[in-house]
Each structure stands twice: as structure tokens, then as C-alpha cells.
């Protein structure tokens, strides 16, 4: 199922690496096809609907999950991609995959759980995210997780620690040779960048977090609502900000085509090795580059440091900590499938059942042991 439309620099589903089992090759779908079917099949992306990342779940239904975050990721990723002829389900797969690992309540409930497994080996939900794919998924008779190609693994794993990639054979190599992963899987990274910063602004003034006043002092934000209001003078409120997010999307979208084609262009790789080779390709230009640095400051110390952001966080680290504490201290307390596990690594199965936990069910799961009149 070669497809001609595809550029010589990007992954091909019959020259992929391969699956650490082998299976015989998927009938009337590529290899990559098969992954992306995987991942949505998979328990771990149903649970993404409950996890939220600045949000908790019970605070609004208009606030994006990790669900829908996870689809807009691949949303813009597909855009990309194909706009650079280059494998379309490789990056949906490595998007729709990319934050299977995260905790329950966004990264303090990740800050919370690395605090807690500190002296034994840590947490990174970056690490949990190739757990889930590689071991903690159980659906399949001949072998534990979801079997992936190595691209998708390789995908999913974005950044990790000198001492981490030594542990990961061929997946951590490029971690220490200091080499790049697929087109497909920069894009799919670049993707989230711009998904969280537009949603962020969304949900930050949807939630009243964030002042249009405020944020209107905010270079990218400013030049896009000036577009906006010249078209439309009188036009205000949550169409105001929808006619502005969309357009900075849009912007965002078509500076990353624009410089990673001009980038691919001057680099002329031939092959998916010379991607590997070379210095990252898919960018941003520098002047979008410093833009969205300054709206990750502004929303670093405005929304995510906001007191009632902080004040949920600190409620989300104590319940993170309690439950570990409460199954370290008698793992009797863990579901029966976690207690044989916990035979070998207690503190690793212990982050694993946290990992997994959906806002709601960690908040379920401290009643249970710590509130008196709860059974
Ligand atoms: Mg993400």
C-alpha cells in the first residue's frame, strides 16, 4: 500500500522498524493505521476524557479533558502533515497517544507522584505514557500492551533523562547520540504546543481566570483581535474570542508549514535517516517562536498560578500523596490485579494505579480510605 503522495523523508508503514512481537502484517490498513486503531481501542485514551490539565474534571463541561485536548492535537498534527506530504496516521497515532501517561489532576498530580517515588526511580508521564503502551494495556493474548511500531514508540517518548535512555535499548538511543525522531513525531510534539496555548486562553477566560483586558496586552493575542475587530468593529464577548483563537491557530498552523518546508527544502533529506541525522526541521519561524514565549509566560503566571488554580493543586497533591502513602503503608488496600504485581516493584505498581486514576476516581478512591462514613 505504497502511497505515492508521500515525500522521500517520511515515515513509511512497510519500512517501519517493527513491533518488539512480531504479528503478521494488518490486512486493508498500514502499520500505522493499525497503532492509531490501537491507542483508541485502547482503556487508557478512554479515561483521557476524565483527566484534565489546569481544569479539574467536576469544574465545568466546557473545559477541554484530556480527550478533547489529545483530538485537537491530532487534528493540527494531520494538517501538518499531510501539508508536508508526509504519513498522516503515523502523527495521529503519536498525538492521540502522547499524554495516555499522564496522572490525574494535570501536572501537579504528576509533580505529586514523581515527589512521592522519589527514591525509587521517580515518575514521568512522558516514560508512563511508553508504560501504558508497552506493558500496562491488557488486551491482547500473545503479549502485554499494544505491540506498537517502533515510530509511534518513539513518537510517544519526547524527552527523556541520559539515565532513562540507557535503560530503553534502541528506543533511548537517540536520547544519547542526541538525534531527532520522525517529521511525524515533531510535528505531533510542535502540535500540542500550539493546541494548549490556544485552549489554555479559551478556557482561562471561559473560566474568568483570565481578563480579555488582561490578555489583550499580549503581542500574538493583540495583532489577532485587532484583525478581528477590524473586520467586525462591534463585535465582543465569547465571539470576539473565537474569531481570535482561531485566527492565532491559523496563524500558528501555517508559520510551522511555512518555516518546516523552507527548513526541509535547504536540508533536502532523502530518507527517513537523514531526518535522524539532521538538526530539527519541523519549526516555528523566530518571530512566532517569541510570541508564543511570551503568551507561555503570561499564562504561567496568571492562569496557572492563579490562586484558585493553586488552591484546587494543593487539594490534588495532598489526595496524589495520601493514597500513595496510605498503599505503601498496606498494599492490602490496592485492587486484587495491582497486589500480585506488587510482589516485585511496590512502589512502581502503586505510581501505575495512581497514573491511571481519572480525577474523579482518585478524589472516589480517598473517600473510600480516609472518610469515616464512606464503605
Ligand atoms: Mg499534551
Redesign the pocket.
Known sequence: MRNPAIAPYAARPEKSRGRLHREAPPRGRSEYQRDRDRIIHSTAFRRLEYKT?VFVNHEGDHFRT?LT??LE?AQIARSVARSLRLDEDLTEAIALA??LG?TPFGHTGQDALHACMRRHGGFEHNLQSLRVVDLLEQRYAAFDGLNLTFETREGILKHCSRQNARALGELGERFLKRRQPSLEAQIANLS?EI??NNHDIDDGLRSGLLSLEHISGIRIFARHQALVLRQYPRLTGRRLINETVRRMIDTLVTDLIRTSAARIRKHAPTSIEEVRLASPLIAFSSRVRDECQELKRFLHQNLYRHYRVTRMSAKARRIVADLFDAFMTDTRLLPPEFQVRAEKNVARVIADYIAGMTDRYAILEHRRLFAIDET
Open positions: 490539565q484530556r485536548h489529545s492535537v502522547h499524554d499522564h500540542d493546541a494548549y
